[in-house]
T-cell receptor, first 113, second 110 residues
Framework: DAKTTQPPSMDCAEGRAANLPCNHSTISGNEYVYWYRQIHSQGPQYIIHGLKNNETNEMASLIITEDRKSSTLILPHATLRDTAVYYCIVRVPNRASNYKLTFGKGTLLTVNP | DGGITQSPKYLFRKEGQNVTLSCEQNLNHDAMYWYRQDPGQGLRLIYYSQIVNDFQKGDIAEGYSVSREKKESFPLTVTSAQKNPTAFYLC?????????FGQGTRLTVV
């Protein structure tokens, strides 16, 4: 699986958009970008994933650059409850060799009042 | 409701004792995982299982053991050989596209 690089921490004001970057310069053509988040002392929660088109759901938007070497998770109106560690991972779904699911250290997003 | 359940939420053990953490899922997922998380750190993979009666070591398997006798269950034993067992342990199961996590077990060894 391609390696990802994320900033260790970010701050955001409540009500503003939070933009979390992720670099994945070695991503291969069939690898998807996945985002999860972990609120303190809980299990991680799936947010969104995408291949090359921008994606949006009720939680967030995912913007993937045209060369697919980086992506940005956007929380359009951050709330205090969005304070969490956000993990970006890349992997190929539906591939048996990809069962080894690994996470990095992620980005600690702190939403301030 | 479908989901993945870890028990107990908090666990205390004396040093030198083996302890088994429970993980049960009713999502009918083949793949299951155990992770360890230390304060301020990411998730580190201990063991994973792709199918019943099969499992593989992750990145930090030393001092741990697992079994996968049933599809629904993937218990983790923290043995006395694990040098620093105090940590937050997370279990997960996965479809082809998405991973589902339990709420974790916080193990404290005194």
């Amino acid at each position: 699986d391609a390696k990802t690089t994320q900033p260790p921490s970010m701050d955001c004001a409540e009500g503003r958009a939070a933009n979390l970057p992720c670099n994945h310069s070695t991503i291969s053509g069939n690898e998807y970008v996945y985002w999860y988040r972990q609120i303190h002392s809980q299990g991680p929660q799936y947010i969104i994933h995408g291949l090359k088109n921008n994606e949006t759901n009720e939680m967030a938007s995912l913007i993937i650059t045209e060369d697919r070497k980086s992506s940005t998770l956007i929380l359009p109106h951050a709330t205090l409850r969005d304070t969490a560690v956000y993990y970006c991972i890349v992997r190929v779904p539906n591939r048996a060799s990809n069962y080894k699911l690994t996470f990095g250290k992620g980005t600690l997003l702190t939403v301030n009042p | 409701d479908g989901g993945i359940t870890q028990s107990p939420k908090y666990l205390f053990r004396k040093e030198g004792q083996n302890v088994t953490l429970s993980c049960e899922q009713n999502l009918n997922h083949d793949a299951m995982y155990w992770y360890r998380q230390d304060p301020g750190q990411g998730l580190r993979l201990i063991y994973y299982s792709q199918i019943v009666n099969d499992f593989q070591k992750g990145d930090i398997a030393e001092g741990y053991s697992v079994s996968r006798e049933k599809k629904e269950s993937f218990p983790l034993t923290v043995t006395s050989a694990q040098k620093n067992p105090t940590a937050f342990y997370l279990c997960a199961s996965k479809t082809n596209t998405e991973a589902f996590f339990g709420q974790g077990t916080r193990l404290t060894v005194v």
